[in-house]
Structure formats: structure tokens, C-alpha cells
């Protein structure tokens, strides 16, 4: 049993599927279509038949070049992330306790391969822990069809109100789009599935994290 199978929210007899639908998130792909096949269900992150898709960008102006950094310098966040390791950094953050298919190791497994993915997008270890909290509780008391459908129709404006325009949207959900393609496609259909790629603090969260990794020349 592997990291996917946690990602099916059948595990849970109240939950209730969001999004693109339920069943198991397909599994890994080859490792050679690896990066192609994250980034193309991390472009789904914001697909749903009552939302728009972001509009398509206009050629910006290259923007100023500042001096990079000394190689050798690192940011705190590097320094902690090559230092602790996933299961140091996300030791707080746990995806599943139990599962009636799987043996206490097979659990140890997939939440270690979880804690791989919050590392591999390089997340805070309190942002992982956040993520992880919200999921979990959606999962246990799913969101309404209602509210979720709430939460899509005013998703761009209220991400618009946050950001200081509709100008902005496009982008910095781009980046988020680039930000989970870091990540096992599964992670992409956990947001999607529990409803949170429609949450405005989860996103939120995602974009900054993912401009701070732009900033830094790794996104």
C-alpha cells in the first residue's frame, strides 16, 4: 500500500468527494514521465464546471535582475530543510493513524512518504503541520455541495481581494500549479478532493511559500 491510497477519501465512511470525484488518485508514473505527468494534474488544481479558469497571461516586462547571492549563502529555510530531513522537519505531521487495509508499518510508510512530498515542496514545517490539520478535518466532516460550490463562485474575487487586484490572480495561482507539481500527483488530488484547492487561507498559504521559492531562483 502506498503513499495514493491514503489520498482516497473512501477511507473515511462520512466523507464525501469534491471536485473531480472520488476513487484512489492513480498511482506513480514512470520515472521518466515523472515531472511532466505532476505538472500536468497540478494544471487541473482550479478546473470545476461552475469556476473559470485563470485567464491567460499577458507578456509582462522582464523584471529587473538583482544580484544573485553568493552560492555558498543559504537561507534559513535551506539550512533547516538540508539539516533535519523530512521526518525531522514534518515529525508533527501526521497523515493517517490507522487504516483498516493496511499494517501499522504500511501507515509508518505512507506518512513518511507524505512528510517526503511537504519536503520535496519544500514547505515550512509549520505550514505542512496546517495543511495536514485541514485535510484531516475535512475529511472527518466533509464540506456541503453548497458550501463548496459557495466557496468556487466567489474563489477569484475574494483571492482578487487578498492579492490587490483580479490582475493578479492568474499568476500567483500559477505558481501554485508549480509549486504542487513538485509533488506526487496525489497531493494535487487530496487539495482537490477535500475542497481546499477552493479554500483562500490554504491557497493563500501556497502562493506565498511558492513566491518566496520564485524569489530564491527555486520554483
Known sequence: MNLANFYDNSQHPDA???GTGGGAPPSSPPAD??????????????DHPTSQKPAEQKP??????????????????????????????????VLVTEHPEATPEQVKQANSEYRAELHN??????????LTETFTALTRAPLSDAAYDANV?????????????????????ADVQKLLAKAHPAV??????????????????LA???RSLKGRGRL
Open 16 to 18: 464525501a468527494p469534491k
Open 33 to 46: 514521465d515523472k515531472q511532466q505527468a505532476n505538472a500536468d494534474v497540478a494544471a487541473k488544481l482550479f
Open 60 to 93: 509582462q516586462e522582464p523584471a529587473e535582475q538583482k544580484p544573485q547571492e553568493p552560492a555558498e549563502q543559504k537561507s534559513d529555510a535551506d539550512i533547516a530543510r538540508a539539516l533535519y530531513g523530512p521526518e525531522g522537519m514534518y515529525r508533527d505531521a
Open 121 to 130: 515542496m519544500e514547505l515550512p514545517s509549520q505550514l505542512g503541520r496546517s
Open 153 to 173: 463562485a466567489s474563489f477569484k474575487q475574494r483571492m482578487a481581494d487578498r492579492w490587490g487586484g483580479a490582475e493578479h490572480v492568474a499568476e500567483r495561482l
Open 188 to 205: 494535487t488530488t487530496a487539495l482537490v478532493e477535500s475542497g481546499m484547492n477552493y479554500d483562500p487561507n490554504v491557497i493563500a498559504a
Open 208 to 210: 506565498d511559500h511558492a
